[in-house]
Structure formats: structure tokens, C-alpha cells
């Protein structure tokens, strides 16, 4: 290498750097120019103050003759996508709306399309939404270039002029402002119930489904208090507890917004830089709806019978309360009084054996207390009645019925028994009895009866209170037949005089469903006389047995026995073994077994005997200690007591040799 070629070297790398240098400082320097798109930052990322690339979202450039427009979104502000509003400007950097809280502008569509779609991650969507904010007349614009729809830039295009036709359309049906529609239908009277119809609708009439909907009613009661609305209007079912004014609200939220929020550039060079719109918060619409039902009244009845023991042949009302009718509302009342052979229950139906006896009217009566027209009971009727009410249904009135048996309601016409009695008399056996027939009693029943027997030494005069001596009383339960009769008698009752008057009084108890009856005093056919007989003789005063005849000391239990008398012990002895001896002992004595060492033998006496050989028994008063007890049984005694004796010695003797020995 020379060295003029070696001096060159350095000089041509100067060259060359210099060069490079001024090449890139035209491109930065020259009008229009942008770098290449790079990858956008994700959305709600902090953007950085460097390069355009990290202000731009979703979308794509369009140049033509030399200008180039952004379609699609920015992130000028950190919580938000942003949608530049003048073509041609300068990029809307985040340092030209720090603090930015923005202007609301009403533009119900482009706020329907950027809240509904402003989330895609299509960069066609974006760019669509872009057009639709370049091209709204409600923002207000300094375009540099004509913004034009996507089907006007070009094939890159095409899929956002599909989305931007298909949004715009959407935008224009479903965007607000939107209207809560309520609608209170009328009431079935019969049900006492309405129906609320509950919908959205936007701008253009057409109904938004999935919104929920919070409900609250006065004067009713919602079967739902919150709904989704759907693409027809849902029904809530009402229940009207009232008549009056019938009012619901209903608030819903979430829905699209109705306006953007316009951002103006601020600070240096804020002039030549674009302004942006961006999503405002959802809306929340109201709705009210009332309307004035008047609803049927609901009556009702309480009752009590005036008379709960009424007399056969006499005359019943009711007395009867009201309440539940509107003001100044009247009514017709139906009364009818039932009769019932038994005690009723309380049931809706009448009584399989009841009856009615009559019916009466209480005409135009309204709330309060009122008192119904009578009604006869039969003179020959006996048994339960009660009353039963009715109000028939009308426009403006519910039915009522009254169930039948209510006690409140129910008297009783008490069965009045009474008896024919006849006294008869047994003179012979010195008794009377009292026959007893009973009628007009209850079928089935029993009663209790008590008949009572006087004694008088006068005729009994009828009428009179009861007197005399009392001879007995006796109560009687007697079981009535299906005619309502029952016959019984008394027990005979023992007379203990011989003259004078016996009169009976006979008495029925009352029962349940019975009054109680008493005869009179002295009624002839229960009385009768006695006969001059002898009066039955007193035990209590009947004389003393007087024994046995005088001389029979057998028969005096207080006479002393005499020898003759006594039991006498047989002189003989009777035949024992002879008792072993060994040789040297003495022999046992001779004589009689019972006696006495040393005692004289006394006389033998021969015991007296009767005709038929046999001896004499002794006297029931003779003394049980006489003589001793004698004979083989007393001996065998003696001899085991004697042999347990000498066992006893000879034990002694034979441990006494035993202690010596040791």
C-alpha cells in the first residue's frame, strides 16, 4: 500500500460518518414523516412520551397522495381508549390531556357504538368506531383532511366498512336516550290481582333484553322485585290488598351511555395536535307508573242467636255484625235459622238430619250491628238451632257464607220430660213399690230419676212441701227409647207402721239437652193408706230367749261341773314293751304311768255310759284342766328325755377319765 492510499483512509470514513449523519437528520426533519406501525401497547397500559408507535391502539393508517390518517384508536389517556375527532392533525399525545376530566357531549349513538364496542380487540372495529367519531356532526371538528368512510379507503378497508355499516346500524335501533316503560293493567276482580308490564326501549322503539330492572310498589304487592327485561314486555303479577291508588317505580342500570366526554388538547403546540373522545359511564333510566284500582269488598259477619235457650213456640232473632264493607256501602243479608236433632259441628255443609225452620232478609245494611227479623220455633219442636248467613257476590262485594253450628250461633230447645206415676201397696208383706212412666224426653238419652216414699198420719193434701217421715229414697238410671219414653220401678220399701198415709215424690234430674221434672206432693195416684194391720214386729225390741228350764245344769254355763261329770281316764294302763335290762339294774316300777312317786293310787271310777255304749263327752262348761294329759305318747317323751339325760352324763364322765389320764 502507498502512502498517499494510507493518508486517504481516515479522511473517507470522516466522509462517511458526516454523511450517515446529515441522511438521517433530513428524515427526521422532513414534513409528514412517520416511522413504520410497531405493536401497539396493550389497552390501559401507561403510555410512554417517546415514539407515536406508543400512542397508538387498535387500527390502521391510510395514505393517500402523500397524507396519511390514523383509523383506529389512541391511548391519550390511561383509563380509556381515545378516538382522535380532526384528520390531519398531529398525533394526540398522553402530555397534551394530563388532568384532562373532559366535556359531555350528547350523541346517543356514537356513545351506544363506543360503549358497546370500544372492548373488541378487532383493529376493524376499532377503525370502524374511529370512522363513526371523524364522521359525527355532534363532536365538534378541525380536520386538516376529509375524513371519509371505510368503504371509501381502499381494500386494507374492507373488513371495517362491514363493521362500520353493521354498527352504525345497531347504533341507530338501540341507542338512548332510553325509556323505562311500566304499564299497570286492570285487575281481575275475581283474583284480586293485576299485572305490570316492565321493558326498555330506546330512541328508535326497539326493546333492550338483559337489563335488570328493581322494583318497588305502595298500595299492592309485587310477586317479583327484580326482572331482566327481554325483547317483549315481561309481566310481574300484582296483588292489589286494597282499593286506592296503586303506584310503582322502577329504576334500572347499566345501560349505554347516551354521551361521549370530548377532551381538547392543552398546553404547547396544542393547536396543531387533534382532540379525542372517549367512552362516558353507563346510564341509569327511571319509570313510575300508578293507577286506581277499587277492589270488591271483602264482608264479613259475627253473630250471636238472642235466645240460646229458646222455648218451643217462641220467637228467635239474630244480632249480627258487619264489618269490611266500604264506606258508606250496603248489603243484603240472608238469615235462615236451622233445627238439628243433635248437638252440631262446626262445618261448612249443613247437617245431614238438619232442617231449615225459616229464613229472613236484612235489606241495605252496612257496617256495624244490626239485629234480624224472628223466626217461630215449632211448639212441638225440641232439639238445637243456629243461624247461617249469607252475602251474595256482586261487582263490588265478595261472597260470604257463615259455616253452620257456631256455637256464638247455636241455642237449644231443651227437651221437657215428665212422668205419670202409680203407688201400689203390699199388704201382706207390709211394702210399697212406685211405677214410674216417662215421655217427652230425647231419643236415646239417659236419664237419672230419684223416687222418694213419705210417711204421714194425715191425708196428704197435693201441693204442699214435701213432709212426713222419710221411709227411703232411691235414685234410678233409666235409658230412653226412640219415642222419647222409659218405664221403671222402684225397689219395695219396708213400712214399719201399721196406719196413716204413704206418698211418693219422684224427681228427674236435668241432663244436657234436658230440663229437670218433679212431681207434686201428695198426688193421689202416688199415694197410698195403710190398713189397721199389726205392725211388723222390731227386732230391736223382741224379748230375751229364756234358755233352757231351771235344773239343767248342762245347759247353765255358769254351773259348776260335778264329779259325775268329768271325763274319767281309764284305770288301765295301756300295753307297753317291756323296757330292756341288764343284769344288776332294778326293775322300773309298777303302777300308773301319770302318777306320782310316793302318791297314794286313788280310787278307779268307772266312766258312765251311754245306751250306746259309748263314754259319756264331757259338759261344754267343764274346766280343760281336770287331769293331766296321759297315755303311750306322754311315756315315749319322758323315755327320750330320760335317754338324752344320761347321754349327757356319760359324755361328762367320759371326758373327766380323759383329763385324769393326761
Sequence with gaps: MTSRSRSESPLRTLVSILLTALSIAALVLLPGSQPPRVLAAPLGSAPSVGSPEDVLGPGRWHKSDGDKTWYGAYRSLTDSLAYCVDAGLGTPYPRYFQGSEGQLIDSPQTAWALHTHSGSDKRDVHSALSAIVKLD?????????????????????AGAAERFSEISAEAKAKAGPYTLQLHLNELDPAAESAELAVSIESAAGELLPGIAVD???????????TVSTAETPVSVPLTVSASGT??????????????????????????????????????????????????????????????DSPAPGSEVTDEFTISGLAPDQTVDVEHVLWASPHQPEVRTEPHQE???????SSTDVGNGTHTSDGVLVPEDYR???????????????????????????????????SATTRALLDSEAGTTVDTIRITSAQPGSRLSVTATAYHVAEKPVRGQEPRGEKLGTESLEVDVDADGAADLATEPVSIPVSSGWVTWVVSIAAAEASAGWQSDWGVP?????????????????????????????????????????????????????????????????????????????GPVIAPPSSESGSPARPASGTSSEALPRTGPRAAGMVGLALVLIGTGIGALVFSSRRSDGT
Excluded at 215 to 225: C, H, T
Excluded at 354 to 359: D, M, N, P
Excluded at 394 to 412: I, K, M, N
Excluded at 549 to 561: E, I, K, L, R, V
Design 246 to 307: 296503586v303506584r310503582v317505580e322502577a329504576r334500572a342500570e347499566g345501560l349505554p351511555a347516551t354521551q361521549v366526554r370530548f377532551h381538547e388538547a392543552t398546553g404547547s403546540g396544542s393547536k396543531r395536535v387533534q382532540n379525542v373522545v372517549t367512552v362516558s359511564p353507563p346510564s341509569t333510566v327511571r319509570g313510575s307508573a300508578e293507577r286506581e284500582y277499587t277492589l270488591p269488598s271483602h264482608p264479613t259477619v259475627d253473630t250471636t242467636i238472642t235466645d
Design 215 to 225: 322494583l318497588i310498589a305502595e298500595g299492592a304487592d309485587l310477586g317479583e322485585a
Design 383 to 417: 232439639g238445637w238451632v243456629y243461624w247461617t248467613e249469607t252475602i251474595s257476590e256482586d261487582e263490588a262485594t265478595r261472597p260470604w257464607r257463615s259455616e253452620h253450628g257456631l256455637p256464638t250461633e247455636t241455642g237449644l230447645v231443651a227437651w221437657t220430660p
Design 525 to 601: 195416684e202416688e199415694t197410698v193408706e195403710l190398713p189397721e194391720v199389726p205392725a211388723a214386729p222390731d227386732e230391736s225390741t223382741a224379748p230375751e230367749d229364756p234358755g233352757p228350764p231351771p235344773g239343767d245344769p248342762a245347759d247353765d254355763p255358769t254351773a259348776q261341773p260335778s264329779l259325775d261329770a268329768l271325763p274319767i281316764r281309764d284305770a288301765t294302763p295301756a300295753p307297753t314293751a317291756p323296757a330292756e335290762t341288764t343284769p344288776g339294774s332294778p326293775a322300773p316300777p309298777v303302777g300308773p304311768a301319770d302318777s306320782d312317786p310316793g302318791s297314794e293310787p
Design 354 to 360: 238438619a232442617f231449615e225452620i225459616g229464613r229472613v
Design 137 to 157: 356532526d355532534a363532536v365538534p371538528h378541525r380536520h386538516a383532511i376529509a375524513p371519509r368512510v371505510p368503504a371509501d379507503l381502499g381494500k386494507g378497508f
